[in-house]
């Protein structure tokens, strides 16, 4: 298995809290990405980063922010939760932006 | 864009018996085409991946699946299944900048006794 950990693996947070889940890789792969998983929609890219500090929106982005300071580290943070942010959210790792991305455990994410 | 189309939502297949996953797809480029497979409650593990060489690729775990651009598909088989196939399984499309990956709706594989 690829060297990916998210923490938490759970949360169940109120609506209007701030959340920040975090995304840890040991592969130094450049690129990073956060999904979301709903049913019915497979998994939805959020955002993605291509190096330190480079970020780029994804098809699902509105009421998420990302920030990467360490090429291991991808934090994904929603600054405002609400009940239509519950979901399984994955983080992936891909060497480059060609090869194929290896994904996490997933965290699952309750907002209540 | 490019899009991913999931023909059945649902399979259900006997061990031992052929297993036939379909996906269409849509793309204004040559495309790189995935199937990854996600067992309940896990991550989501590569099974194969197409990238513009053979049309016929093979995978992990006996699975395989063939390109065939003038169809627009890129259909996921294996001869015999085997109850650990249980899972659902996605296909997936990358754009032509290779950095964002458009997944189908998934299709869920049920494996009779």
């Known amino acids: 298995d690829a060297g990916i950990t998210q923490s938490p693996r759970h949360k169940v947070t109120e609506t209007g809290t701030p959340v920040t889940l975090r995304c840890h890789q040991t592969e130094n792969h450049r690129y990073m990405y956060w999904y979301r998983q709903d049913p019915g929609h497979g998994l939805r890219l959020i955002h993605y980063s291509y190096g330190v500090k480079d970020t780029d929106k994804g098809e699902v982005s509105d009421g998420y922010s990302v920030s990467r300071s360490k090429t291991e580290d991808f934090l994904l943070t929603l600054e405002s939760a609400t009940s239509s942010q519950t979901s399984v959210y994955f983080c992936a790792i891909s060497r480059d932006g060609l090869a194929e991305q290896y994904f996490g455990p997933g965290t699952r994410l309750t907002v209540t | 864009a490019q899009s991913v189309t999931q023909l059945d939502s649902h399979v259900s297949v006997s061990e031992g018996t052929p297993v036939l996953l379909r996906c269409n797809y849509s793309?204004?480029?040559?495309?790189?085409l995935f199937w990854y497979v996600q067992h309940p409650n896990k991550g989501l593990q590569l099974l194969l991946k197409y990238t513009s060489a053979a049309t016929l690729v093979k995978g992990i775990n006996g699975f395989e699946a063939e390109f065939k651009k003038s169809e627009t598909s890129f259909h996921l088989t294996k001869p015999s299944a085997h109850m650990s196939d249980a899972a659902e399984y996605f296909c997936?499309?990358?754009?032509?900048?290779?950095?964002?990956?458009?997944f189908g709706g998934g299709t869920r594989l049920m494996v009779k006794p």
């Open positions: 793309s204004s480029y040559s495309p790189s």
């Open positions: 997936v499309v990358s754009d032509e900048a290779g950095n964002m990956l458009t």
